[in-house]
């Protein structure tokens, strides 16, 4: 079965709208694909809505989930970076030949390792892989990240 191209899209049709086959059969339940390239959220507000695609950002009775409590924090950063490199995985797995989203994927990844590795040296380790270049076994070592007003005097 031929499946609609973005371009063969009828007019008016935006990110919110996905493709089905060109002829559908009738009494078929279809749930349409995701477009190629579809726009994308920053990192910090995908993390907040809870996709990337706000084609995909359909909240339950309209609800909008407007505050995250680590935004503009050095743990916020990489958890919004993690989860902007997760939601394209999943996207590139249905979309493989998209090489914009393929090039976003690396460019991401390699912001959350450079991101890891400042947040490693200034806090300590995240995950047990970030003490291989560690001289002692610091992991409970704090503070931890909600301790660090606490202690740091602010």
């Known amino acids: 079965m031929e499946t609609m191209k973005p371009d063969m899209m009828p007019e008016g049709c935006d990110a919110k709208f996905g493709v089905l086959p060109a002829c559908a059969p009738l009494a078929t339940s279809w749930v349409p694909p995701q477009g190629m ?3 994308m959220y920053a990192p910090e507000e ?13 909240p339950f009775m309209n609800m909008v989930n407007k505050s ?8 916020g950063e990489l ?11 999943l996207y590139l797995d249905t979309h493989p030949d998209d090489q914009d989203a393929f090039k976003a994927l690396k460019d991401t990844l390699a912001l959350k390792r450079e ?11 995240l995950r047990l ?21 606490e202690r740091m005097g602010k």
Do not use: H, I
Not at 46 to 58: H, M, Q, V
Not at 68 to 75: C, E, H, K, R, W
Not at 115 to 125: D, E, N, Q, S, W
């Open 37 to 39: 390239n579809p726009p």
């Open 46 to 58: 995908a993390l907040t809505r809870g996709t990337l695609f706000p084609g995909l950002d359909l």
């Open 68 to 75: 995250n409590p680590y935004a503009g924090t050095p743990l």
């Open 79 to 89: 958890m919004a970076l993690t989860f902007m490199a997760k939601e394209l995985q």
């Open 115 to 125: 991101g890891t590795k400042r947040y490693v040296k200034l806090y300590g380790p």
């Open 129 to 149: 892989e970030d003490m291989e270049d560690s001289a002692n076994y610091d992991w409970l070592r704090g503070p931890w990240p909600w301790e660090y007003c």
